[in-house]
Nanobody, 126 residues
């Protein structure tokens, strides 16, 4: 069974950077698409970024494009999200997810992922 554990969250000032990591255990991430979602208080869960398993193609939501970068290290069985130029509206609980997907990860929403981490909080505030 695939287990995911996020780390790296914490309070950051606007304009700052943070790197989230998602460590997988139980199964290798090879063959899984990986995604980062976030949920702000009172809002629906939002897909932030994902990386496909078959070709490594990436997707970024419009609100984070140019600021966030997703990467995967198969040797360490981890997926990371580098977040730069953080804004108060990036404040949310960030979740990593993984699933075996037939197509590019950009086509799949949160309900189609069955493997989730517990989430890590990222407050962006001065």
């Amino acid at each position: 069974q695939l287990q995911l554990v996020e780390s790296g969250g914490g309070l950051v000032q606007p304009g700052g950077s943070l790197r989230l990591s998602c460590a997988a255990s139980g199964l290798a991430l090879n063959g899984y698409a990986n995604a980062w979602f976030r949920q702000a208080p009172g809002k629906a869960r939002e897909k932030v970024s994902c990386i496909s398993s078959h070709d490594g193609s990436t997707y970024y939501g419009d609100s984070v494009k140019g600021r966030f970068t997703i990467s995967r290290d198969t040797a360490k069985n981890t997926v990371s999200l580098q977040m730069n130029n953080l804004k108060p509206e990036d404040t949310a609980v960030y979740y990593c997810a993984a699933e075996r997907l037939a197509l590019s990860c950009r086509y799949y929403e949160d309900y189609e992922y069955n493997n989730w981490g517990q989430g890590t909080q990222v407050p962006v505030s001065s």
